[in-house]
């Protein structure tokens, strides 16, 4: 299951997608609905979250700065905004910081589930990357295991008495 934060200001809007949304289809399940991006920095830091949905204008901390500040410190987790400004340099900053989804308000819920699938489908790309990268280096542990096992036995065996193969081996 991926781990959803929920940051808006407004409750009505954090509420609604935190329960108005079947997460469960969508293989996820909110972690945690905060406020602003201080409580969400606290929250990230305390637990594995996935995806970030936020908005951008917030009292403390708002989502722009949240999103710099995650896109710097954990570059793994996906974020969507939902905005009710259409104002373009928000959107260009976003992208900057590596937003998968600018939406906004008002908006529909299924907008939100489509740019979770998109998130899904990349942290599932991500996910198989590192499983072969852990299986390769698995095979290259055992090669190594191999290798030394091979000139332990030849040295055992005289196979090998010049000293330079050895340290080099």
């Not at 108005?20 to 972690?31: F, M, R, T």
């Not at 710097?72 to 400004?85: A, D, P, V």
């Not at 091979?150 to 000293?163: A, E, G, Q």
Request: hydrophobic content about 45%; some cysteine; proline content about 1%.
């Amino acid at each position: 299951m991926y781990k959803v934060l929920i940051v808006d200001d407004e409750e009505l809007i954090r509420e609604g997608i935190a329960n108005e949304i079947d997460w469960l289809k969508l293989e996820c399940v909110v972690s945690d609905c905060v406020q602003n991006g201080i409580e969400a920095m606290e929250i990230i830091k305390l637990k594995h979250i996935d995806i970030i949905i936020t908005d951008i204008k917030m009292p403390g901390m708002n989502g722009l700065e949240l999103t710099q500040w995650v896109y710097s410190n954990f570059k793994s987790i996906s974020i969507i905004i939902l905005s009710g400004y259409s104002d373009f340099k928000f959107a260009q900053t976003a992208i900057k910081y590596g937003v998968v989804d600018f939406i906004l308000k008002p908006t529909r819920l299924e907008e939100i589930e489509v740019a979770v699938e998109k998130i899904k489908k990349k942290l599932e790309v991500v996910k198989l990357k590192k499983q072969k990268l852990e299986v390769a280096n698995g095979i290259i542990d055992k090669n190594k295991n191999l290798e030394v096992l091979k000139l332990i036995n030849n040295i055992i065996f005289r196979n090998t008495d010049d000293l330079q193969v050895i340290k080099n081996k």
